[in-house]
């Protein structure tokens, strides 16, 4: 039982949505939806329950057995309870101390961890990238095109630029992206068949 | 060890220092460089566009990230909120990221600040962060009332004035989504397919190359692509919607020829404007609708080239006070001034421009290192 009820769940609610969205009747588009509406509403705060729940555990483990760098999960736990706080108290509007912690902590450090992406690059680039092969050569010099294509200098050094790296961008570098997509989209529906037809079990969980 | 082995061992610090210059320097000193606008940033801004003043159209704009890609996407959300309150195009604004709520919020503040005329809830309408994403992109097919039921503020939708005329995405007709990964997913499986929403999206630099195939394909309408294309739409928004002369009051239609006009290069200059420049014609109709400025402004004003130049910073506030909050208002436009706000967007572009510049001298010098030792290597065997 443990296994056949969520995987009925499964396979009944995937073809109630399957049929919602190639089936326009009234009672899929109206009747159906609306009761989907209501479920899926009353879902999420039980995932975000899930997910509090599932990370005071991790970190409450990692601080009592001493794991290595225990002492940043102090710093995680006392975020989260911080920030729920003042966010629970004051609310979340502007001038509240919700709103501070989220301008003056949470900006800029999310904004700083994500511009030490400009430093890697700047650093891989003068070390790794190498013109050591044919397939190496055209990477680098596409990736030149476009980069001066995307700023104002670009256009400055030739009119001619940016229809170069349009080019680059509309051709070579569209078709193997929608190669990929297409590979990715037949991946996807062919998973979910398995999966509404109950032949694909591993998001049970164990060895199924 | 000779030069460029020397070159090729170069500690990283150095260049984590170069790249660090590179970029901090044109923030804090910015200067005037052209943007130019591309077709999908265009082709968005003039849908927004038509919109303009029409109760039975509205804009969605969803905040789909958090705080770490702010400074790519933060600008363009800011220039979309400014083209819709300026040209008086109702706009909606959603989040299904617990962390995109205070950007929503402190979007919509920061543009709200310079329009004290635009009203939440009539002219504006903030839905806050909504954790399903699914049900409500199909559910506003339907009816955005029901699907969305209460806004950030926690007032009935349906009982709001900006509601009047709105139902579904026969009115509410583009969808705007602002993603630091794949943006537009949803609303591009879901809600064009089967309500044919218009959908555009404004991404970070590094995604944007994924995005092409739905471009070309017509399934999005428009995309901004990271920091340019907040640039120029903040551009299109200067040139365009915020444009003011006795013709145009509440801004002017999209337009080519404007933009490949010389003079449009003065509308967007970054750095600080204090002259409201007027032709002898423009400044003859400015005190007919202002008369009482001629005193003020005669004493004060200079000719050039046949211009009349009057710079703002020489009045004082008993002045400003005599001309009176319209004229002073009016007066301002002529400067063309663009306040922080609303040029970061064209300021960071000027960093990115460097950061390139300095990523592409540091590929050619490590690759001309690369070829010597090779070189030398080979001779040696």
Known sequence: MKRQIPLAIVIVLGFVFVFYTFVPHKILA??????????????????????????????????????????????????????????????????????????????????????????????????????RSPEATVLLVSAIVVMLAQVPIGIMISKHLPDVSQWILNVPNLAAKRGILLGVGLGSVATSLKILLGIERSYLGGGD | MNFFERLQELDRRWIYLIVALAIIIPLVVPFNSKTYTTEPTEKMYQLIDSYSGRSDRAVLISFLHDASVMPELYPMEIAILRHCFERKIKVFTITFTASGAPIIDLALNRVKEEY?????????????????????????????????????????????????????????????????????????????????????????????????????????????????????????????????????????????????????????????????????????????????????????????????????????????????????????????????????ARIGMNAQSIAHIMIIVFIVIGNIGYFINRKKQNLAK
């Open chain 2, 116 to 344: 004290p005329e635009i009203k939440s809830g009539v002219d504006y309408c903030n839905f806050g962060f909504k954790p399903i994403i699914l049900p409500i992109v199909l559910g506003m097919g339907e009816n955005i009332a029901t699907a969305i039921d209460t806004d950030a503020e926690g007032r009935k939708i349906a009982t709001l004035p900006i509601m009047k005329d709105i139902t579904n995405y026969n009115e509410m007709n583009l969808v705007v989504e602002t993603s630091g990964s794949a943006a537009g997913g949803y609303w591009i499986t879901y809600a064009r397919v089967k309500f044919g929403v218009n959908v555009a999206i404004g991404v970070t630099a590094v995604m944007a190359a994924d995005e092409f195939p739905y471009l070309q394909s017509g399934q999005l309408t428009g995309m901004l692509t990271g920091l340019k294309g907040a640039a120029e739409y903040e551009k299109l928004v200067d040139v365009f919607a915020a444009y003011r002369d006795d013709s145009h009051p509440h801004g002017r239609p999209f337009s080519s020829e404007i933009l490949r006009e010389k003079d449009t290069d003065k509308l967007v200059n970054i750095t600080t404007q204090d002259n409201a420049v007027f032709t002898t014609q423009e400044y003859q109709n400015f005190l007919n609708k202002y008369p009482t400025a001629a005193a003020i402004l005669d004493k004060i004003k200079k000719v050039k080239d046949g211009s009349v130049m009057i710079k703002v910073t020489d009045l004082t506030q008993d002045q400003k006070d005599q001309l009176g909050n319209d004229a002073w208002t009016a007066l301002k436009y002529q400067t063309h001034n663009i306040i922080y706000k609303f040029k970061t």
């Open chain 1, 30 to 131: 109206d009747d159906v939806f609306n009761w989907y509406m209501n479920w899926s509403y009353s879902m999420a705060p039980f995932g975000m329950l899930l997910g509090v729940i599932s990370l005071v555990m991790m970190h409450s483990v990692k601080i009592s057995r001493k794991l290595p760098k225990w002492q940043f999960s102090f710093v995680t736990l006392g975020g989260l309870l911080i920030t729920s706080i003042a966010g629970f108290v004051w609310g979340i509007q502007p001038g509240t101390p919700f709103m501070w912690i989220f301008e003056n902590m949470q900006m800029p450090m999310s904004s700083t961890m994500f511009s030490l992406l400009a430093f890697y690059i700047a650093s891989a680039a003068y070390k790794a990238f190498r013109a």
